[in-house]
């Protein structure tokens, strides 16, 4: 009945927000493991990571190297990893065509929220430019890791082959939209939270990026921005509003991070940064 198709048309939506927000919870859980937060010891941490990451099609060691590049540099114009702030004389010509009316800006947002995690894995999209050598997180030999990581990477891209792979199976048992809809859709919606996400902790008018002869970690590690994302605060384990923790002491796990955010903002005072504004705003 017609009455069934409109419940079922809503059901889905509602159920690849749910699904979604849940397993970038899971997501967010992996990447405590790249901090060895989640455990006392790194092999476990290593394993979790590892099978949370690839079952989101993330590779787990790549990305782990990365991040810590990004941790290690954060706020700084020459060497942090991702989210570098452009100088003006670098702006592209089309800049004030694309920026300059809301029309241009809503689809920006719309191409960066759902094009842009796939695209920095693959192409280091809004990444550190390393002197213009081609940098992707699937290749060993990419200017991102060192010798010792080139193993590593290789386990990482395994992992996601084993994905794919059972996601082909998984198609020819049940059918290949089948799979979109519980497993693709959930998943896409994972990439545009962890972009939303991480772009806002690190863009705002109040937050520096400082060039070589100012920049140092503390300096850059308060550089970031806590923000509330209401009930998505508690399904993301606070990854959204305990950021600025997170930089400072990035191998705390996320059941004390609320706690030690809320012991730590009277000691930062000014320099502790919060917006509440709405997250759509």
């Known amino acids: ?21 849940v397993l970038t919870g899971v997501w967010v859980i992996g990447h405590e493991c790249g901090h060895h937060a989640f455990s006392d010891y790194p092999l476990l941490d290593n394993a979790v990571g590892f099978v949370l990451h690839s079952a989101l099609l993330t590779p787990f060691f790549a990305w782990k190297y990365s991040h810590r590049r990004h941790h290690a540099n954060t706020g700084s114009m020459e060497n942090d990893e991702v989210y570098v702030a452009k100088t003006r004389d670098a702006l592209r010509w089309y800049t004030p065509l694309v920026f300059g009316n809301p029309v241009g800006r809503l689809v920006y947002i719309a191409l960066q929220l759902t094009l842009a995690w796939p695209l920095y894995l693959a192409f280091n999209l809004s990444g550190q430019n390393y002197g213009g050598r081609f ?24 992992g996601i082959l084993a994905a794919l792979l059972a996601i082909y199976k998984l198609s020819v048992a049940f059918g290949f939209w089948t799979v979109v809809r519980l497993y693709g859709v959930p998943v896409l919606v994972v990439s545009v939270l962890f972009v939303l996400i991480t772009y ?19 300096r850059g590690a308060l550089a970031t921005m806590d923000r509330d994302y209401g009930l998505l605060n508690r399904v993301l384990h606070n ?32 320099y502790y940064m919060f917006d509440d504004t709405p997250i759509v705003k």
């Open 135 to 158: 940098t992707c997180h699937y290749d060993p030999y990419s200017p991102l890791y060192t010798a010792q990581e080139r193993v590593p990477v290789l386990v990482s891209d395994a």
């Open 239 to 270: 990854v959204t509003d305990t950021h600025v923790l997170h930089h400072i002491f990035p191998n705390m796990p996320h059941y004390h991070a609320m706690e030690a955010t809320r012991a730590m903002r009277p000691l930062l005072g000014e």
């Open 200 to 218: 806002l902790h690190h863009t705002h008018l109040a937050l520096p990026h400082y060039d070589s002869s100012e920049w140092d970690w503390l």
């Open 1 to 21: 009945p017609p009455i069934g198709v409109l419940l079922r048309a809503a059901a889905w939506p509602l159920y690849w927000a749910a699904q979604g927000s």
